[in-house]
């Protein structure tokens, strides 16, 4: 076979893959019809019948264990039949096989994002949409089934509509809560394949408010015998095997006085993420002097598509143009430091749903402290402290936007 005719599919193997999963019309194993879509339409309802009582955000933060609201919604998948009809019920454990695939094989993805009770009393919540396409396009990723977003957004919705009112109070406003849809693999069945059977379960939690650490974000650059990512890899898809392998150099960190590692890539030590979140840095551009704002690009597929990246580099384009240059480019350590050296590195963030937009303070790399200035008040320079502005108003409902849905309440039942 000559080299212009090998098929794309060996040449590369993952979006040809995902391409015809998404191409492929869902039908039973012997094609008589086609399998279930999920439907958020079917939804049941079954409530709790002792709705329990309400904690103080501070007093529900503080224990060991996460703090959930009365009401989970799930929704079971099968090869053969395709999606079950949801169902909102009260919140409570899972029953899962000891084989279940997501135990064996990290058959596992989820979402997060926040609900807010905003200033003008109504709860939201910023880009679902965002949030709903991507957990479709990690479940691609690693084999679970597909589902069409926007049913995913309703059923998200359907839960806040009901767990909202309750639990996000209208005489609390500011408060906010996390959301958490997850696709697992649940067949019973250990062998590596991909699971013919799944389950889709969605629940809202409380979470810890993390943007804003006294001093600022302290970040320690990766060791250098470990990557959080690589290219090839799954970086860009939100499953849990992202996560556990990197747990080690966190806690190492964090013993140091650290709360992130900055995570370096390849042999130029190319700057990716800090921690799970997306990195941004705020430096006067060498070439001219202009304000530019940088962070890594999606092109290769090693980071995550962050709903909070995308929405600062967004309005960093529309409302802060003039002032700053957007570059989406790879950028390494060494550009940093120079920077640092010659006075021209200004700011530096991290964003992503738990730390919103976290101005850093300090990056320790091979023995010596970047220091960051924090601007006047301690919370950020000037353009890490416009963007998060626009951001949280948006969210609290200080500002009209589209990016803030608002959730349609209904009565405690």
């Given at each position: 076979?000559?080299?212009s005719?090998v098929?794309?599919q060996?040449?590369?193997?993952?979006?040809?893959?995902?391409?015809?999963?998404?191409?492929?019309?869902?039908?039973?194993?012997?094609?008589t019809h086609?399998a279930e879509?999920?439907d958020?339409?079917?939804?049941?309802y079954?409530?709790?019948?002792?709705?329990?009582?309400?904690?103080l955000?501070?007093?529900?933060?503080?224990?060991?264990?996460t703090?959930?609201?009365?009401?989970?919604?799930t929704?079971?998948?099968?090869?053969?039949?395709?999606w079950?009809?949801?169902e909102?019920k009260?919140?409570?454990p899972?029953?899962?096989?000891?084989?279940?695939?997501?135990l064996?094989?990290?058959?596992?993805?989820?979402?997060?994002?926040?609900?807010?009770?905003?200033?003008d009393?109504?709860l939201r919540?910023?880009?679902?949409d965002r949030?709903?396409?991507r957990m479709?396009?990690?479940?691609g990723?690693?084999?679970?089934?597909?589902?069409?977003?926007?049913?995913?957004?309703?059923l998200?919705?359907?839960?806040?509509?009901?767990?909202?009112?309750?639990?996000?109070p209208?005489?609390?406003?500011?408060?906010?809560?996390?959301?958490?849809?997850?696709l697992?693999?649940?067949?019973s069945?250990l062998g590596?394949?991909?699971?013919?059977?799944?389950?889709l379960?969605?629940?809202?939690?409380?979470?810890?408010?993390?943007?804003?650490?006294?001093?600022?974000m302290?970040l320690?650059?990766?060791?250098?015998?470990?990557v959080?990512?690589?290219v090839?890899?799954?970086?860009?898809?939100?499953?849990?095997?992202n996560y556990?392998p990197?747990l080690?150099?966190t806690?190492?960190?964090?013993r140091r006085?650290?709360?992130?590692?900055l995570?370096l890539?390849?042999e130029q030590?190319?700057c990716?993420e800090?921690?799970?979140?997306?990195?941004?840095?705020?430096?006067?551009?060498k070439?001219?002097?202009?304000?530019?704002?940088?962070?890594?690009?999606?092109?290769?597929?090693l980071?995550?598509d962050?709903?909070?990246r995308?929405?600062?580099?967004?309005v960093a384009?529309?409302?802060?143009?003039?002032?700053?240059?957007v570059?989406?480019r790879?950028y390494?350590?060494?550009?940093?430091?120079?920077?640092?050296?010659?006075?021209r590195l200004l700011?530096?963030?991290?964003?992503?749903?738990?730390?919103?937009?976290?101005?850093?303070?300090c990056?320790?790399?091979?023995?010596q402290?970047?220091?960051?200035?924090?601007?006047?008040?301690?919370?950020?320079?000037?353009?890490?402290?416009?963007?998060?502005?626009?951001?949280?108003?948006?969210?609290?409902g200080?500002?009209?936007h589209?990016?803030?849905?608002?959730?349609?309440?209904?009565e405690s039942?």
């Open positions: 076979m000559t080299p005719a098929p794309s060996d040449v590369n193997l993952t979006a040809a893959a995902v391409q015809r999963k998404e191409a492929t019309v869902p039908t039973t194993p012997n094609g086609e879509p999920l958020a339409s079917k939804l049941t079954t409530f709790a019948a002792e709705p329990r009582p309400v904690p955000e501070a007093v529900a933060n503080a224990g060991d264990e703090v959930a609201t009365d009401h989970m919604v929704a079971v998948w099968r090869q053969a039949q395709g079950s009809a949801p909102l009260p919140y409570g899972l029953s899962l096989m000891p084989t279940a695939s997501c064996h094989y990290a058959t596992e993805c989820f979402e997060g994002l926040k609900v807010f009770r905003g200033f009393g109504k919540v910023f880009r679902p949030n709903a396409a479709r396009m990690s479940a990723r690693i084999s679970l089934p597909l589902f069409e977003p926007a049913e995913l957004e309703k998200m919705v359907a839960l806040l509509a009901v767990d909202g009112p309750r639990w996000l209208r005489d609390r406003p500011g408060e906010f809560l996390y959301v958490r849809p997850t697992i693999g649940t067949q069945q590596v394949q991909a699971p013919r059977e799944a389950m379960y969605i629940i809202v939690t409380f979470m810890p408010r993390m943007d804003a650490p006294p001093d600022g302290r320690h650059t990766s060791p250098e015998d470990m959080r990512a690589w090839g890899g799954f970086g860009y898809a939100k499953v849990g095997a556990g990197s080690m150099a806690q190492d960190a964090r006085g650290f709360h992130q590692i995570w890539y390849g030590a190319e990716t800090a921690g799970a979140s997306n990195f941004f840095v705020v430096w006067r551009r070439s001219d002097g202009r304000t530019e704002l940088v962070t890594a690009p999606l092109d290769d597929k980071i995550l962050g709903v909070t995308r929405s600062c580099i967004e384009r529309e409302r802060l143009a003039g002032d700053v240059v570059t989406e790879k390494t350590i060494a550009e940093l430091v120079e920077a640092d050296k010659e006075g700011e530096a963030f991290a964003a992503g749903t738990a730390y919103f937009v976290c101005p850093v303070s990056i320790h790399h091979r023995g402290d970047i220091t960051i200035a924090m601007g006047s008040e301690g919370k950020g320079g000037p353009v890490t402290s416009k963007i998060k502005g626009i951001l949280g108003d948006i969210m609290y200080r500002e009209q589209p990016w803030g849905v608002v959730i349609p309440e209904k039942p």
